[in-house]
Nanobody
């Protein structure tokens, strides 16, 4: 099996910064896209940022210019650097990875447990 463990959430004032990390472990042959999603109270889960194994990135319009996604393929880890945070960025942030499991030719979708990000003064 594969586990995704997130870290780095917390409480920050508007205009501040946070860096989220998500490490994948387990029976991993390779990882295709990795991404961050978020879900605010009463809202649906939405894509924040995505990065392919080759480093191509995609961002939600609401975070462009403020958030940066990156990954370390050797460590099976994805990061989300969040700058100029706003109250509307408050949500639970979830890591996602498309993993080719060892011994399989299928790609499986895995989720982390989520980490709370609260932007408030």
């Amino acid at each position: 099996q594969v586990q995704l463990v997130e870290s780095g959430g917390g409480l920050v004032q508007p205009g501040g910064s946070l860096r989220l990390s998500c490490a994948a472990s387990g029976s991993i042959f390779s990882i295709n896209a990795m991404g961050w999603y978020r879900q605010a109270p009463g809202k649906e889960r939405e894509l924040v940022a995505l990065i392919t194994s080759g480093g191509i990135t995609n961002y939600a319009e609401s975070v462009k210019g403020r958030f940066t996604i990156s990954r370390d393929n050797a460590k099976n880890t994805v990061y989300l650097q969040m700058n100029s945070l706003k109250p509307e960025d408050t949500a639970i942030y979830y890591c996602n990875a498309a993993v080719v499991v060892r011994g399989s030719t299928w790609t499986y979708n895995y989720w982390g447990q989520g980490t709370q990000v609260t932007v408030s003064s």
